[in-house]
């Protein structure tokens, strides 16, 4: 366990090198921030200073080298726009996000599985057919429709709730938070309930169809022919056999939902890393866009590690490390 | 919504209300457009932070809601002789930290502005021309350039005034802290959250008197259907720049009013004539180059300029918020010719003159544009496009975020190009200049030229303005130098966007053309 | 309704599966008319959308139902260019549900295929794809879609390798979580004991009992991938805006949604929503019928 999970965190190492080049290449491609910053109006000595302030003079891989080696001493560079830190930008705005994808996550899955377990134990009955059509139009809609929709029912015509931004915060264990406050919750409904309905969609889905796979296996029949309670065969026989997928959906969601909740935030004004994201790259600020794919990265990395080992965990026939099966 | 729904919540809002007003009489939340990037006054020169910094700092001369020059840190000033200017100084005016205003801190300010670390885009450029710097008095100060340098006021009108005391050892950081953000503006720095908020407090010593607000929230919010509905719920108490789509119905609702103002920003079209032959995404229709550059031919550009109903653009796709064009600022500007009008709409007598250059069947082009930049730019492009099927010439549209456009409308990989120009000092001879004086980045000519249109007359009539100093002459040499370049179609005006905002029911903003929200514009009334 | 006495064909038991559910029928008849309707768009539309010649700015944003000044009558209205409603959603079917299919059969394809070699194999191999994987996973879809459109161009081409470069790692992670499962099954066991040749035991044996969470996921990126592009459309990096999609529509009328020009994003909403709403009733059955354990 210990030997795979250093291995991993290795492998992970070369990724993050392998990631940030890729960045790097990427937003050369895109085109030449100095474009985007530097006044219209200004002359050519303006921009060749402007260039060599940002140390976009230098050869590409130069550039690139420079990067590597404050990388290395824990310096990934300041924003070229806001000339803070780029890792700080990052992390002052990381647990709005992060906060945002959580609750939007538990209200997925605390009402998804349910929803799913009904609708897969009584597929032909008028509950599960509703749940199941219900279920469809949690992600027909773009998302940027659906949180405008929301914005204009609750906020501008019921006016209950604040059309924008995070409500007020509260420290716990010194990260700021706004679930705790009703403030904050007033702020953070719309936006969650936003983000979940996809991931409330995809999980009632697959949860579903599961259990109506399950509920033909012959363990499945074999324990209710025992005349073991409903309860019991559903919660350990039937869930135990669904978890897999649901939890590799769940870990890929819960990554894309803190590393790309660009529109949700963007429409909610959401003071978060996706907003800084989507204007980071419109402004081609390179030093934030490396930053924050490598956090993400590093989130995924964690992530799908966290899933794999639950792998093993919820069907001891999985082995860490995969080792070779083909001999 | 049912009828006692309805009736409960008017209720439950009524009753809310007079409490709230109370409460919050002299604060007031206000909706940008977009980030500001800094509060260090000299670190981006980006018109949302000017227009943010104004609050905080102020420059020796301001510009009023129609860009005219007016004394701000300066009472008056004069040119002495063609190289020597003397500024003096508005007297009893303090910081923030109560420290006196002196020359001491003019002169600190203009030695700090073109050494800011890291700065994306400084204000050297007004700087430069001042080659050196007289303290004759506590309040009076002379400046020498080495030419001739009639825009210096307008020059100084960008650069703010920093304090010597607090800013002697302050970097970038300090500003955005708040700690060395100390100026003589009407507010101060309060909070600022990159990406996110400003807060500004009242300064009750401001020496031009009382401000309307004790306390403003700028929140940014970027995506204009949040800002409107920011607006709408109550949210914010004003937005800048209105989305066109919501303007019809923000106007007739009486909850909310709405100013606006035709600005210094015109949106035009690049023709390139860079190249002998084709130049690129210019073809005849079945595809092949053409053999000679269609753009090079003055006919050809007057025709495609003729081909636009800019009344139908201003009307249809703008909501009216857009003003045809006929040069690059509207003609209550400095150096703006009345003789100059919007090109009519005539296909017809485009055909013809297609016809006339050698192109009776038309061409194909592709429109470039961007789609995140100008009001509506994506579908201005497109609206062209379509005028263009009605004179024969095929016009494709590609739209693309600015990151990836300006890059390579810069490198001139496009033939045809939607773009937009707002003149900060609010005189066109610097803009003819960038635009379209001959292409000569080390001269400082045709800086932003990307069609490369070159004429010699416009190129003369520019360089003599810019060395007289005679403001009546030099404002007739402008005139002349924008017929010269506006009747040989340099490029094709489109229109000049007006500015837009929008205010909840008991607020009244005075627009201004140069785009700037000023909460000192923002007055309770009506 | 069968003949009692015959021996059932393949397809026949198929169809007698599918349409025991009167839901599913339903789908399937919305299906036919959608996939109809974006075939022949060029037939039944009152106008080629398409066409910068056939619009007029100045018939721009009419209602529904409201003539413009040469008399036409538009009958879900207009959008900002003049552009016939009913005839873009035609048109723009066409686009999106090609978009939405191409991109997911592809990342399918890939995905599939390096997920179960790297479950299969698992070791090195296995560490390679998931490294891969995570930097995929990692790459925001705009980041790659502004790379692509720098350095290719627009394009309904460059959007349907934008949507698979984001979507294929997806799957890949899906199979794989079900094959690690499977691999473990006695009857893989059993074909490798049997000497079969790899590509069969994975192909033929691994793969089927790999598919029923896979086509779930797939379904639902069908839509996913559909609303991605609009997505894309709505940060200005989707398809050139003079031939928009369903996604490109509601995009554009999505600024007009306060205004009260609710016709300009309400209705291609409305043929999006059928449009998936008929593909997911489709797949689920189709995912029923076909699963061998939900035989009865």
New interface residues.
Partial sequence: MLAYAIRRFG??F??LV??SF??FV?VY??????????????????RI??TA??GLDKPFLEQYWGFLVGAAKGDLG?S?????PALT?IL??LPATIELAFVAMVLAISLGIPLGLVAGLK?DSFVG?GI??GS??G???????VG??L??IF?????WL????RGETVLVAGIPVSFLTMDGIAHLAMPATNLAL?KL??LI??TR??T??AM??DYVKFARAKGLPQRRVIGVHVLKNIL??I???IG?EL??VI??A??TE????W?GTG?????S????DRPV?VAY?LV??S???VI?FVVDVL?SLL?P???L??????H | ?TRTLRLA?AAL?LSALPVAVLAKDREVSIGLQA?I??M?PH????SPNNSMMLHVFEPLIKRDANQKPVAGLATSWRAVDDLTWEFKLRKNVRFHDGSPFTADDVVFTLKRVPNV??????F??FT?PIVDVKVVDPHTIVFKTATPHVLLPSDLASVLIVSKGAGEKAA??DY?SGKAAIGTGPYKFAEY????RVVLKANYGYWGGEEPWDKITF?????P??RV??L????VQMIETVPTSDIAKLSKDAKFNLVDKVSNRVIYIHMNQSTEKSPPFVTDKSGKPLEKNPFRDARVRKALSMGINRDAIADRIMEKKAVPAAQLLPDFFYGTSKKLKPVKFDPEGAKKLLAEAGYPNGFAITIHGPN?RYINDDKVAQAIAQFYTRIGVDAKVETM????????A?KLEFGYMVLG?GT??GEQG?SLR?LLATYN??K?MG??NRGRYSNPELDKALSVALLTMDEKKREALIQQAAEIAMNDTALIPIHYEVSTWATAKGFKYEARTDQYTLASGLKPGK | MTEPARVEGPWVRFWRDFSESR?ALVGLALLALVVAIAILAPVISPQNPYDLAQLDVMDSKLAPGEASGTGKTYWLGTDDQGRDMLSGIFYGLRISLGVGVASTIFALAIGLVLGLV??????WV??LV??I???Q????????A??LL??LGQGVDKIVVALVTVQWA?YA??VR??A??E???EYIEAA?VLALG?ARVVFRHLLPNCL??LI??AT?QV??AI?LE??LS??GLGLPITEPSL?LL??NG?QY??SGKYWI?FYP?IA??VT??AI??VA?QL??VL?P??RK
């Fill in positions: 492998q992970s070369i990724v392998f990631m890729l960045v990427g491609a895109i085109g030449n921030p100095v474009e985007l910053l530097v006044n219209p109006q200004a002359d050519e000595a303006e200073r402007a302030a940002l300041k070229f726009v806001f000339n803070v930008l002052e705005k597929p057919r199941m059509a469809i139009m992600f027909s809609l773009p998302t940027f429709w405008l929709v914005i204009m906020s501008v015509h019921l006016g604040p059309s924008n931004g996809f969609s995809l889905r697959l169809a599961g109506r796979e033909l296996q897999i997928p939890v590799t959906v890929l990554g894309s590393a790309f660009i529109v963007s429409i909610f004004a003071p907003k800084l994201l989507i204007d790259i419109n402004q081609l866009i794919l993400i990265v989130l995924f990395v799908n792998y069907d026939r999985v082995r490390g995969g080792a070779a099966a083909a | 919504m919540i809002a980030a990037t800094s260090d670190y981006h020169n980006l670390p890291n700065s994306p885009s400084s050297a450029t430069k970038t950081e955005n959250v990159p990406n996110q929140k940014i919010l970027t995506n259907a949040a509905a920011a709408l719920s109550g949210d995140n975020p600015s990151a990836v456009y300006f890059t390579r810069t120009w900060e000092s610097s960038s980045r080390d400082g800086v932003t | 839901l790297a479950a299969y194999f698992g070791g296995d560490t998931m490294r994987v995570d930097i996973l990692s790459f925001p879809a705009i980041l790659i502004l790379v720098a350095v997806y992670r899906t979580s079900s690690l499962v691999r473990q099954k490798r790899q029923p969470p779930v996921v639902v839509a996913h609303a609009a997505t709505f940060l996604g509601i995009s999505f949604l306060l994003s909403g999006l929503l998936i709403m997911n009733l689920d995912r029923d699963n354990r939900l």
